[in-house]
């Protein structure tokens, strides 16, 4: 499906696919760092050197969001945060304006 065709709950499940592969990449990275370090077995070139470039396309879209709306996308998709999250730093209106504007600038950096 086309990213232009797809509604509101199908960019948000997009998003949250893409950022959940990041996270899964940047996990692995680590782990694979640390067997590395403790001499349990070599570096996986390859599969890291695919890892680290995923990571660095996804950060590289993050740092061309706005602050807010990358604040929400880190703490939306990213962290661990309770649902609420948002609360402390905006109203509820300006939240959803703020995570709307961030799924389709992220999306839209992403297909660059």
């Not at 950022?19 to 680590?30: F, I, N, S």
């Amino acid at each position: 499906m086309k990213v232009q065709t797809m509604n509101h709950k199908e960019k948000m499940q997009y998003v949250k696919k893409i950022l959940a592969e990041y996270h899964k990449a940047t996990q692995m990275v680590k782990f694979e760092e640390a067997k590395y370090h403790f001499g349990n077995e070599e570096k996986k070139d390859k599969e890291t050197y695919e890892l680290n470039r995923k990571i660095v396309e996804i950060d590289s879209v993050l740092n061309l969001l706005m602050n807010d709306d990358r604040l929400v996308i880190e703490n939306e998709f990213i962290t661990v945060h309770n649902d609420f999250w948002w609360v402390e730093y905006y109203s509820k209106s300006t939240y959803y304006r703020h995570l709307n504007r961030a799924v389709e600038e992220f999306i839209c950096y992403y297909q660059i």
